[in-house]
């Protein structure tokens, strides 16, 4: 089971941290990835990192703005969302466990609830 916390408001050009908590079973040797959805739109992806947390990988669209990490002592997956924009505004996901294209909604079988983004000027 995956919980996404720290959604909420944010302001343009502020910060947010969105948190992942695992259980049910040991998600630390395990790729995890955060995508975030749009109302009317696809599901996309925004971050990925290792089960080690030594490889990441961020959409261009956030790239050098949001930072993912991982805490497998608490079973956690982060994502730092700093300089927000208004596009940011969306429901955020956390995935786990891809087989095939890490990027595709499709890879992933492990999906938490969501957590509301709102960026507001």
């Known amino acids: 089971q995956l919980i996404e916390s720290g959604g909420g408001w944010g302001q343009v050009g502020g910060s947010l941290r969105l948190s992942c908590a695992a259980s049910?079973?040991?998600?630390?040797?395990?790729?995890m990835a955060w995508f975030r959805q749009v109302a009317g739109k696809e599901r996309e992806f925004v971050a990925l990192?290792?089960?080690?947390?030594?490889?990441?990988f961020h959409a261009d669209s956030v790239a050098g703005r949001f930072t993912i990490s991982r805490d497998n002592a608490k079973n956690t997956v982060y994502l730092q969302m700093n300089n927000l924009k208004s596009e940011d505004t969306a429901v955020y996901f956390c995935?786990?466990?891809?087989?095939?294209?890490?990027?595709?909604?499709?890879?992933?079988?492990?999906w938490g609830q969501g957590t509301q983004v709102t960026v507001s000027s």
């Open positions: 990192i290792s089960g080690s947390g030594e490889t990441t």
């Open positions: 995935a786990a466990d891809p087989e095939g294209s890490w990027r595709s909604v499709d890879a992933y079988a492990y």
């Open positions: 049910g079973r040991t998600f630390s040797t395990l790729p």
